[in-house]
């Protein structure tokens, strides 16, 4: 008999990699995954962080362990990919990293470029490579997820490398899905909208968040958990079917009127 549907959604035996998993929507997924059954290897520069999320996952029954990277530089990500394979081989990951630079195009700087655009756009390039190789080379199907934005395909002011980033990010799905499809590894985007997190809480509760709220068709800004239903589809069996897609999940903010 075929498996339920939601038994098609659960993750066990499956190794999650999840790229700034200390805060925000990263943290959120870790749990998630964790949850779902998948032991999870949890990546990003502040191991302190990580480790206390390890041992809140662990104590709940689920399988984590910390591993320093930087998602910038080839070397800490060969590093890392090493290191959490002698761990488990990955069979997901979660190219969650991301930083913005908020400053006037005419204001924005190399260094901001160079911020912005080395994390979020060579960060998933670096990460999403490397994950595939050791896949390849150990025959493991797998799904890698890029968290983009609606932002790489709409514009708005004073983030422009972030933008052109998350567009970036978006063609290195469809490409990589090209690409990778033979091997049985699936590569989906997902477009997230205005989601409440550390990074943006100040901003979305100000009269200027106001604002903005008003211009979404759904008058409501995301949490992290407004995430799940998306991460499991496309993590799990139960989105076998899917690769090279963009998953927008923004209260029709992307489609909103002109
Ligand atoms: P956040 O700032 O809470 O999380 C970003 C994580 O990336 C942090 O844990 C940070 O330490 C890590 N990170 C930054 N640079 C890194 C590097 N060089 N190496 C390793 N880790 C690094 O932000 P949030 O909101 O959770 O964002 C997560 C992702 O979702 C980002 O890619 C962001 O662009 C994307 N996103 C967020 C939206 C939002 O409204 N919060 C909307 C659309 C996309």
Known sequence: MNSSPTERF??????????GASSGIGRHCSLLLANAGAKVALASRNIKELELLAKEIVSAGGHAKAFHLDVTQQSSVTQCFTQITSWAQPT???NNAGVSVTKSLLEQTEADWDRVVDTNLKGVWLVATEAARTMVATKTAGSIINMASILGERQINGVA???????????????MALELARYQIRVNAILPGYVITDLNREFL?????????????????????DLDGPILLLA??????????????DGAHLVSSL
């Open 10 to 19: 659960r993750l066990d035996g499956q190794v999650a990699v999840v790229t």
């Open 161 to 175: 490398p972030y933008a052109i980033s998350k567009a970036g990010v978006i063609q290195v799905t469809k490409t």
């Open 205 to 225: 509760q100000s009269e200027l968040g106001e604002k903005l709220r008003m211009r979404i068709p759904s008058r409501r800004f995301d949490e992290p958990h």
């Open 92 to 94: 997901i990951v979660i």
């Open 236 to 249: 799990s069996a139960a989105g076998q079917g899917m690769s090279g897609s963009t998953l927008v999940v």
